[in-house]
T-cell receptor
C-alpha cells in the first residue's frame, strides 16, 4: 500500500526566503505526483502535476521535482510572500480508482511579513 | 473550482436523517470521487465512480452510498446520519489520460 510522508509538518519563514517542501512515497509505480494548496476552510487547489516520465514542472515561482527511483518529490517556492501561507499537500497517484491518490498529511507553511 | 461544483456548501442535519450531497462536473471526466477530510486523518476516500452506474468502495465507505446516473453527476448519500459523519466532504474528478485530479470547494456537514 502506498504511503506518503511530508516533511516538515510545519514551517515558518520570513518573507522573501526561498524554501523547499519535501515529499516521499513508498511505491515508485506511480502515474504522477500532484501538489496541492489548501487555505483554511477552503478546498484543494492544484499547483503542479508531474507525470512519471517527467523530472520537474514549473509554474511561476513554484518548481516541483520528481525522482521516482528514490521515491521523492520536492516543491521549491522562490521569493516567498505572505500570500503563500497555506497547507501544502503532496499526493502520489497510482491511477484511477480506489488506488488513485494517496495524500501526505501536509506541510503547514507560514510566511512572516 | 472551474468545471466542478458541490452542493450544498454547508448543511446541518439531525442524527438519523438521510442526507444527499451532490457533485456536478462539466469536464466529461470518467472518474469521480468522494473524500472526507478530518483533523488528524487527512483526506480519506469514501467511494468512487469509473463510469455511469459503475461505482466502488473506498477506504471509509461504511454508512455511505453513491449513485451516478449521468456522467456529470455523482451523489453521496448518508442513509442515516451519525455524529461521526460530521466532516468536510470533497468531490474530485480525474480523466483517464493524465490522471490529474481537480477538487470541488467542499461541503461542510454537521450532524447534531
Amino acid at each position: 500500500k502506498q504511503e506518503v510522508t511530508q516533511i516538515p509538518a510545519a514551517l515558518s519563514v520570513p518573507e522573501g526566503e526561498n524554501l523547499v517542501l519535501n515529499c516521499s512515497f513508498t511505491d515508485s509505480a506511480i502515474y504522477n505526483l500532484q501538489w496541492f494548496r489548501q487555505d483554511p476552510g477552503k478546498g484543494l487547489t492544484s499547483l503542479l502535476l508531474i507525470q512519471s516520465s517527467q523530472r520537474e514542472q514549473t509554474s511561476g515561482r513554484l518548481n516541483a521535482s520528481l525522482d521516482k527511483s528514490s521515491g521523492r518529490s520536492t516543491l521549491y517556492i522562490a521569493a516567498s510572500q505572505p500570500g503563500d501561507s497555506a497547507t501544502y499537500l503532496c499526493a502520489a497517484n497510482s491511477g484511477g480508482g480506489a488506488d488513485g491518490l494517496t495524500f501526505g498529511k501536509g506541510t503547514h507553511l507560514i510566511i512572516q511579513p | 473550482d472551474a468545471g466542478i461544483t458541490q452542493s450544498p456548501r454547508h448543511k446541518v442535519t439531525e442524527t438519523g436523517t438521510p442526507v444527499t450531497l451532490r457533485c456536478h462536473q462539466t469536464e466529461n471526466h470518467r472518474y469521480m470521487y468522494w473524500y472526507r477530510q478530518d483533523p488528524g486523518h487527512g483526506l480519506r476516500l469514501i467511494h468512487y465512480s469509473y463510469g455511469v452506474k459503475d461505482t466502488d468502495k473506498g477506504e471509509v465507505s461504511d454508512g455511505y452510498s453513491v449513485s451516478r446516473s449521468k456522467t456529470e453527476d455523482f451523489l453521496l448519500t448518508l442513509e442515516s446520519a451519525t455524529s461521526s459523519q460530521t466532516s468536510v466532504y470533497f468531490c474530485a474528478i480525474s480523466d483517464a489520460q493524465n490522471y490529474g485530479y481537480t477538487f470541488g470547494s467542499g461541503t461542510r456537514l454537521t450532524v447534531v
